[in-house]
């Protein structure tokens, strides 16, 4: 009778210890650090090397956001995402921003200034999508039978490490839009098939999600 009795209390604390111990590992689990697969942002300084600039983290972000504000980041396709920002002393100037979620380096083929405006889409307070230059381009081209050819005035490769947020390029909004003064919302552009022509324009169902923008 003892024995079984003995056995019983040992079956109990072995139990008893066994749940502790996978509490402890799921509050463990529970506890660990959430950002630590997110991507960092990187420092971006024409004038310097690479060598010279701080590692990319906390630092980087806090001034690079502090020179062309906090980026509304699209989502990702295929393990990159792109974004945008304006900025915070010059709204009309827009940031186009890249986050490589991958576990590879990505090359990226910027091309000045229009590359910018491939990724978004503008809409105004009533949430009707805006035309572009280059759509209205593409459209008085479609009626005339001819076709648009997109200029880049300059290019270049930029490669991006494994979770990292860099900013690629800026451009005035005034190279792809004609505004008034009013606010805008700014949203990553709709896939079409081509530049000619794109669909017409027109009021969305809901308000979009994006960056929110006042020209003056």
Same mark, same amino acid.
């Given at each position: 009778m003892a024995k079984v009795l003995c056995s019983i209390l040992a079956v109990l604390l072995f139990s008893a210890i066994s749940g502790r111990s996978g509490q402890a590992r799921q509050q463990a689990s529970d506890q660990a650090d959430p950002k630590s697969g997110e991507s960092v942002v990187a420092c971006t300084d024409n /004038? %310097? %090397?690479?060598s010279e600039l701080p590692p990319p983290g906390p630092q980087c972000a806090t +001034? +690079?956001?502090? %020179?062309?504000?906090?980026p509304f980041m699209f989502p990702a396709h295929d393990g990159v995402a792109f974004g945008v920002s304006s900025g915070p002393d010059k709204p009309p100037t827009l940031y186009l921003w890249t986050d490589n979620r991958t576990e590879k380096d990505v090359d990226l083929l910027i091309c000045c200034v229009s590359t910018l405006f491939e990724h978004i889409d503008?809409?105004? /307070?009533a949430g009707v999508r805006l035309l572009s230059k280059l759509d209205r381009a593409a459209r008085k081209a479609g009626w005339d039978g001819k076709v648009v050819v997109e200029e880049c005035t300059c290019s270049g490769w930029v490669l991006v490490p494994p979770h990292t947020i860099k900013f690629l390029e800026s451009a005035d909004i005034s190279d792809g839009y004609v505004l008034s003064s009013g606010r805008y919302i700014i949203t990553e552009r709709a896939p079409s098939s081509g530049l000619n022509p794109r669909p017409e324009a027109q009021a969305a169902a809901s308000a979009p999600s994006g960056l929110a923008i006042s020209i003056p």
């Open positions: /004038s %310097k %090397k690479a +001034e +690079e956001f502090a %020179k062309r504000g906090q503008i809409y105004d /307070s």
